[in-house]
T-cell receptor, first 115, second 114 residues
Framework: GAVVSQHPSWVICKSGTSVKIECRSL??????MFWYRQFPKQSLMLMAT?????????EQGVEKDKFLINHASLTLSTLTVTSAHPEDSSFYICSATLAGVHEQYFGPGTRLTVT | AQSVSQHNHHVILSEAASLELGCNYSYGGTVNLFWYVQYPGQHLQLLLKYFSGDPLVKGIKGFEAEFIKSKFSFNLRKPSVQWSDTAEYFCAVNVYNQGGKLIFGQGTELSVKP
């Protein structure tokens, strides 16, 4: 149980275009989803916290107009990287949690390369 | 601000050696503590977690960790490592009443030589 999927697993896009990454909880309803960014050989940095039906809460330094997060249902959250640039190339990981459960269940991640 | 510190950036061990990875956090309130492992090319997996009770917790694959509240530490241990333990290890802290946010340490890369 508690499986989280991400789509796509990797994507290459041209500079200036937008890319959407999906995060789904497959066998449970996720009250909260989190989006992380991981650079090579580095730790996960929380970008934003997303609750179903409400606006995402962004961490300090994360541009909310650049990284659009939508959590339209209890099983789906999306991260859209708008007007992507090469410096946005990274590994994006989502996680999901249930109400009252402190453990997060992580997706496999999406590798974004912006050329 | 809360932070999590992992002392070792890269640890190299031979098979059968004992492992201890340090993790310290800076927060005086109630916390939940986690160790995650990321094998090469794979996603994060939970090794073990501490919420309350016995401060010595046992996880999967023979790992254990001890929560020492007075030292703000949650060190990971394994008595005898295997080549298959080669991976990146992350300590993480969830601060009570902060919406479930996890704060990750910098990670420790473990390389086990066969």
């Amino acid at each position: 149980g508690a499986v989280v999927s991400q789509h796509p697993s990797w994507v290459i896009c041209k500079s200036g275009t937008s890319v959407k990454i999906e995060c789904r909880s497959l066998d449970f309803q996720a009250t909260t989803m989190f989006w992380y960014r991981q650079f090579p050989k580095q730790s996960l940095m929380l970008m934003a916290t997303s609750n179903e039906g409400s606006k995402a809460t962004y961490e300090q330094g994360v541009e909310k107009d650049k990284f659009l997060i939508n959590h339209a249902s209890l099983t789906l959250s999306t991260l859209t990287v708008t007007s992507a640039h090469p410096e946005d190339s990274s590994f994006y990981i989502c996680s999901a949690t249930l109400a009252g459960v402190h453990e997060q269940y992580f997706g496999p991640g999406t590798r974004l390369t912006v050329t | 601000a809360q932070s999590v510190s992992q002392h070792n950036h890269h640890v190299i061990l031979s098979e059968a050696a004992s492992l201890e990875l340090g993790c310290n956090y800076s927060y005086g309130g109630t916390v939940n503590l986690f160790w995650y492992v990321q094998y090469p090319g794979q996603h994060l997996q939970l090794l073990l977690k501490y919420f309350s009770g016995d401060p010595l917790v046992k996880g999967i694959k023979g790992f254990e960790a001890e929560f020492i509240k007075s030292k703000f530490s949650f060190n990971l241990r394994k008595p005898s490592v295997q080549w298959s333990d080669t991976a990146e290890y992350f300590c993480a802290v969830n601060v009570y009443n902060q919406g479930g946010k996890l704060i990750f340490g910098q990670g420790t890369e473990l390389s086990v030589k066969p």
